[in-house]
């Protein structure tokens, strides 16, 4: 028979490529799948083999949203749990009704911990972030079976709660076949992700008045996009800088091996970036695209390992700029052999082979 997992996370799932992989590693290898989400910043239509719901919620606040997603959340994990069901919780901001409901029926509980929510940037000193700590200080070290994206995050819970992590990386699947590169004339600097603060978009932006015959692409949206497209406007940098929008998962994967450059240079902003390794980074080294690279742990172990481009030196415009034109000046086929060592390292194929082990063990706990 097939076990049964409920995934679910606060997130309308469209765009989440790491609960995507996840649950369709699960599904492949013969679990039976429903994930649970939210239309919080949309219900874009979706298709997967497995059964899939959106909870409908009419907060008009993140803060109330948050509220109503977990009460719904746990009315609906009441209705379709049962003894044989394993609990799959993704973040902190869903964990709560799974952790309740897992202690009810004595039944596996994993936690994937994606960041470290309670120590976000856009949390920092709010009577919020004294919330999700007092909730995480419960429940975490209770957590029996628990994955995390990153090294940094592992040893951060491990030090925090005494709580052992896996770490599973968000790394994409190998891309199959010879990939091209083609001849861009101007070059392309892509940043793809959410359009937050603290990811050095604003920094690079500036740096494009120190370069030439260059274009940075922005894919992504977020709530600081309107800020940095009116930046933009002022510095008069339209002819250097456009907004590519929300992608899909399938359409940004065609757009990331055409650029010359990808940037991951976060800053700072609080021990949940300074541990991160993010997704933007493995998807660049499986799109065979050099990188420039902040200054923060994570980043740094994979530049020692494979020189797939430059760290920064600080986010000053011009110290982007010269690392950009570091990449640029070396060329991206230059930088191939060091990328292909990492994709076939940094892949998706070696990730779900860990992520298994910890769901086969909760699986064999029932």
């Known amino acids: 028979m097939r076990k049964k997992i409920i995934t679910s996370a606060f997130s309308n799932l469209s765009t989440d490529q790491r609960i995507e992989k996840i649950c369709r590693t699960l599904y492949e290898n013969g679990y039976e799948i429903e994930l649970l989400g939210n239309n919080w910043g949309g219900a874009e239509k979706m298709s997967r083999p497995y059964k899939v719901s959106r909870i409908p919620l009419i907060s008009t606040s993140l803060k109330t949203a948050y509220f109503e997603f977990n009460w719904k959340l746990y009315r609906e994990l009441k209705r379709k749990a049962d003894k044989s069901t394993v609990l799959h919780a993704n973040d902190l901001d869903a964990l709560l009704p799974n952790y309740w409901l897992a202690k009810k029926l004595g039944i596996p509980l994993v936690f994937d911990s994606h960041e470290i929510f309670s120590e976000m940037p856009a949390i920092q000193g709010k009577m919020s972030q004294k919330l999700w700590r007092y909730l995480e200080k419960k429940m975490v070290p209770d957590i029996q079976f628990m994955i995390t994206a990153s090294s940094g995050y592992a040893d951060w819970f491990k030090n925090k709660y005494n709580v052992d992590a896996t770490v599973v990386q968000n790394a994409p699947r190998k891309l199959s076949g010879s990939i091209e590169i083609p001849e861009n004339k101007p070059r392309i ?22 370069l030439d015959n260059i274009i940075f692409k922005i894919a ?16 008069n940098l339209q002819h250097k800088v456009c907004f590519l929008g929300k992608l899909l998962p399938e359409d940004l994967r065609k757009i990331t091996p ?42 740094q172990n994979i530049k020692r390992q494979f020189d797939i ?32 060592k990492a994709a076939d390292f940094l892949c998706w194929e070696n990730e779900e082979i860990k992520l298994l082990k910890i769901f086969d063990k909760a699986s064999a706990s029932l």
């Open 258 to 299: 055409t650029a010359d450059c990808g940037m991951s240079i976060e800053e700072n902003g609080g021990e949940s970036y300074f541990y991160s390794l993010p997704n933007k980074v493995l998807d660049g080294i499986q799109a065979r695209i050099p990188l420039i690279l902040s200054n923060l742990p994570e980043m």
């Open 309 to 340: 481009g430059e760290i920064i030196k600080d986010h000053r415009p011009e110290s982007i700029a010269e690392a950009i034109r570091k990449v640029l000046d070396k060329g991206r086929k230059n930088y191939l052999p060091e990328l292909d």
């Open 189 to 210: 600097l892509l940043y793809q992700g959410v359009i937050n603060p603290f990811r050095g978009i604003d920094k690079a932006i500036l740096a494009m008045h120190h």
């Open 220 to 235: 992504g949206d977020g709530p600081m996009k309107k800020e940095y497209e009116d930046l933009v406007t002022r510095e």
